[in-house]
């Protein structure tokens, strides 16, 4: 920087009167007391000092200002950001000039402006500097970060005479970028945005996203949903395809919507175990432009396991015996039945049943999943001591729990245990048997039903819709007034109502680590009319592996290590939980239990777990940064157990290819900053812009001295100069 200084005074023409004319009188009176003296030199000394004050009282009113003009050595820059996220790859920019050809991506639109030969004309007065930018992210192309592409701007360059900004302006990523325009804006930096894409969406399929699960199980169906976001003007019909890294496929055919979304799901179904990388594709419409974001690749683990099951039953109904029938012939379930039958001696026996309730938490945590029938707390059934187990393995053991009410109406007696605030529903106590009727009436799925996996009985959700419509309907439904907060209804009455609405059915809810289904009809073997066990069993199998997924994550012995959410994206936040149980099967209570982490960087961390009840429950979180597979080892001091299992954590897809740009954003930016937004058929102006840029100004600093302190006290200093002289001199 030069640096140049001077002295200037910002005065009124008032002002220079009034000081001439003090002055003027000032001295006139000088003169006069010198000669009055005699002419001594004491006073002619002091009348000095007063001409001096007011001297300089009468320049402060001319306001003097001492200005240090600073101006760079450099020439002034151009500062060119290109945008390199990954929306940049988005091919919707159209040749004007021949509008039949293949769209350029943004990217390639964007590189015209890297050329040095295009920038030629204005290298004899500017330097132009060629940077790009996304974000700070882990992923950097995930994210644009316009705020701090612009704010680190003025930070690097200290000469700067403009920005050009090249980018299709989706910002996500940062402070909003009006931050940064008001700062460029203060220091007289203008913004020229390029505006790259159509600020239009192009006829596109962009596969959003495949929603599979963390892990399978070998030799049972598989539900892949996926969701297809269409831009195209008309309804298409497309083959999606699933590609496992073993060479299978599963297609299905689609009617996917006009300028709509469509919610769909792959059936696959695994017979080997192993990791397995899913490739789901659309084909590329012929009328699409956008052909990068129809496929999506997800990993899976596929295992073999073996989920318990425990069924409590009062008497054997016909929907207890074809459950039971339903689950034991499922390869991957071990069933144990509880009959407790009013009016026997004697519990029902038999292969598979127990003779009593499992008294231990020991015992009663090997269970995934607990249904409870017809049955109730009274004398030879349940005791409030087993309530207070089944809550404690569904609030700390992650198990799922079933409610089947029957026409005994036995469950009215969980109100006041521990058990009631478990229940999904609100019965009506003044019909404790329920409803029957001798026409049948059907279930109505509900919004969230539609949505649910637990329903999904057909593999299209049209075809599913029609079928929950005519499956055999049920002539006794349990009496509940209403859901309970926090729960979640899938399927309600299809006629009958209270004064909260329609009678819930079929209600989901979550209580600590575990689940909960409610099912208020006892007509679920009916489904089985015409077509045997294809609806029946499949719907029971998808209850019992939904209820039991979380304890399956990763267990051990003596440990179990599960965590939500089970398919988290890089930067949320991962809940850990653990059930820790001692040698003797007793849980662990205040015991030293940590995860150790190691991300896919080799990096790791120890994540300590808390304890959290009595029951041996413990939990912690730490945060993913970066997308990849995740070892997690969880170990206890008081054992010399470990459980080690993987979590697969997904990229922030915060950068979509296939939307339109954001042009208001680059407009708003322009207009706090003084800028202009031009098209890539503009360009030729952009050089004109520049080049009619001002000269950039000199950055002055004012001292101001009339206002300065110093110069205050050097006045007051004079002042007292002055009348300690005067009385020394014998005039006052």
């Not at 979640?488 to 909260?500: C, G, I, N, R």
């Not at 099967?585 to 030293?592: A, C, K």
Request: glycine share 8%.
């Amino acid at each position: 920087m030069n640096a140049s200084q001077s002295l200037t005074f910002q005065a009124t023409p008032a002002a220079i009167l009034l000081g001439v004319l003090t002055i003027g009188a000032t001295v006139v009176v000088c003169v006069l007391a010198w000669r009055r003296s005699g002419y001594r030199p004491t006073t002619g000394l002091m009348e000095g000092l007063r001409l001096l004050i007011v001297s300089l009282i009468a320049i402060t009113l001319l306001q003097p200002e001492w200005l240090t003009e600073y101006r760079p050595e450099s020439r002034p820059s151009v500062l060119v950001l290109t945008d390199i996220s990954r929306s940049m790859e988005t091919r919707d920019v159209v040749d004007a000039a021949n509008p039949s050809t293949l769209p350029r991506t943004r990217a390639e639109a964007a590189a015209a402006l890297q050329d040095e030969t295009f920038w030629q004309s204005l290298t004899s007065r500017f330097d132009v500097v060629q940077e790009s930018f996304s974000s700070s992210l882990p992923e950097p192309a995930e994210g644009s970060d316009l705020n701090l592409a612009l704010t680190d701007a003025l930070k690097k360059h200290d000469n700067l005479a403009a920005v050009v900004l090249t980018t299709d302006g989706d910002w996500n990523a940062g402070e909003p970028p009006v931050r940064a325009a008001s700062e460029l804006r203060k220091k007289g930096v203008p913004v020229i945005a390029v505006a790259q894409g159509s600020d239009s969406r192009l006829p596109d399929l962009d596969l959003l996203r495949v929603d599979a699960p963390t892990f399978g199980v070998a030799g049972k169906a598989l539900r892949i949903p996926f969701v297809i976001d269409s831009s195209l003007p008309r309804e298409t019909t497309a083959t999606v395809t699933l590609t496992t890294s073993s060479g299978e496929a599963v297609t299905s055919q689609v009617t996917i919507p006009a300028m709509g979304q469509l919610n769909d799901s792959l059936l696959w179904t695994p017979y080997e175990e192993g990791e397995y990388e899913l490739t789901v594709k659309v084909p590329v419409d012929r009328a699409e432009v956008i052909p990068e974001n129809n496929e999506r690749v997800v990993p899976i683990a596929i295992r073999t396991e073996e989920l318990r099951v425990l069924l409590v039953e009062s008497l054997p109904r016909w929907e207890y015996r074809y459950l039971r029938n339903a689950l034991e012939r499922d390869p991957g379930v071990e069933v144990s039945c509880l009959l407790f039958h009013p009016g026997l001696s004697k519990v029902g026996g038999g292969k598979g049943y127990l003779k009593a309730f499992p008294g231990t938490m020991d015992e009663l945590s090997e269970y995934d999943v607990v249904f409870l029938g017809d049955v109730g707390v009274e004398a030879g059934q349940l005791t409030l001591e087993d309530c207070r187990l089944i809550k404690a393995l569904v609030q700390s053991h992650a198990s799922g729990l079933v409610w089947m009410p029957g026409m005994r109406g036995a469950q009215l007696s969980f109100v006041g245990t521990e058990l009631e605030e478990l229940y999904p529903v609100v019965l009506d106590p003044s019909q404790p048997r329920g409803w029957g009727a001798q026409v049948p009436a059907h279930m109505e799925l509900t919004e969230a039903g539609r949505r649910s996996l637990l329903t999904q009985l057909e593999d299209t959700e049209d075809a599913n819709i029609r079928l929950w419509e005519t499956l055999p309907g049920f002539q006794w439904f349990a009496a509940a007034n209403r859901p309970r907060a926090g729960s979640e209804v899938l399927a309600v009455h299809q006629s009958q109502s209270t004064e909260f609405g329609r009678v819930p059915l079929l209600v989901t809810r979550t209580y600590g680590t575990g689940k909960i289904l409610y099912l208020g009809t006892d007509s679920a073997w009916r489904w089985r009319e015409g077509v045997e066990d294809k609806y029946h069993y499949r719907f029971w199998g998808q209850v019992a592996r939904w209820m039991a997924y979380q304890r399956s994550m990763a267990q051990g012995e003596t440990m179990r290590l599960f965590y939500s959410p089970d398919r988290p994206k890089s930067g949320d936040t991962v809940a850990l939980f653990a059930n820790v149980m001692q040698s003797t099967g007793e849980p662990l209570q205040g015991g030293h239990v940590s995860v150790s982490v190691v991300g896919p960087d080799g990096e790791s961390e120890t994540v300590r777990l808390a304890p959290e009840d009595e029951w041996g429950l413990y939990q912690g979180a730490f945060t993913p940064d970066d997308a990849g597979e995740y070892k997690l080892t969880l170990s206890s001091r008081e054992s010399d157990a470990t459980l080690e299992t993987t979590l697969a954590v997904r990229n922030i897809r915060r950068e979509r290819i296939g939307q339109p740009a954001r042009i208001d954003v680059l407009n708003e930016i322009a207009a706090i900053t003084g800028g202009q937004v031009l098209q890539v058929t503009e360009l030729s102006q952009l050089t004109e812009r520049l080049a009619a840029l001002p000269e950039p100004q000199a950055s002055i600093r004012r001292l101001r001295l009339w206002c300065h302190p110093v110069w205050a006290g050097f006045l007051i200093v004079l002042l007292g100069l002055f009348w300690t002289g005067r009385k020394l001199t014998g005039v006052i």
